[in-house]
């Protein structure tokens, strides 16, 4: 049962402020002059976060069709659900990368990479600060 504090999603919370700081980092990267393939990882960060947010807009409208109980319950699913969706999402840029012509390729999943352990170190962070609160609460 959600009591609208945000204590639960914590570790959603963590996984997003973890992936924003990734990708920050690239781009403070680039406004010091640091010599990088810009392109290619400004690439890989962009499909990361379309990637992100395709899938959190297309989950709950497939489970609306697999089980149409309720449709917040879904939205709540998404949001409790991220940092799984994230992975989802890094493993899609992947696979566009993958297939993709560009050059530098390592580059660009070096920078998803990033992105992904920065995100689960956030999400786990948000989980380990969730912990205690739940146990405070209940």
């Not at 012509?101 to 990033?114: L, P």
Request: hydrophobic letters at 50%; glycine letters at 8%; one cysteine or more.
């Amino acid at each position: 049962m959600c009591c609208s504090c945000c204590c639960c999603c914590l570790h959603s919370v963590g996984g997003l402020i973890g992936a924003a700081v990734a990708s920050k980092s690239q781009i403070i990267d680039y406004l010091e002059g640091k010599p990088s393939s810009v392109y290619t990882e400004d690439a890989a960060t962009e499909m990361y976060w379309l990637s992100l947010v395709a899938i959190s807009v297309l989950a709950p409208i497939v489970a609306a069709f697999v089980g149409p109980e309720g449709g917040v319950f879904y939205i709540f699913g998404v949001i409790a659900a991220l940092p799984a969706l994230q992975i989802a999402a890094s493993l899609v840029a992947s696979l566009i990368v993958a297939f993709s012509s560009r050059n530098n390729k390592w580059r660009a999943y070096d920078q998803i990479a990033s992105i992904t352990g920065k995100s689960l170190i956030g999400a786990f962070v948000g989980g380990l600060i969730t912990l205690p609160l739940l146990f405070l609460m209940f």
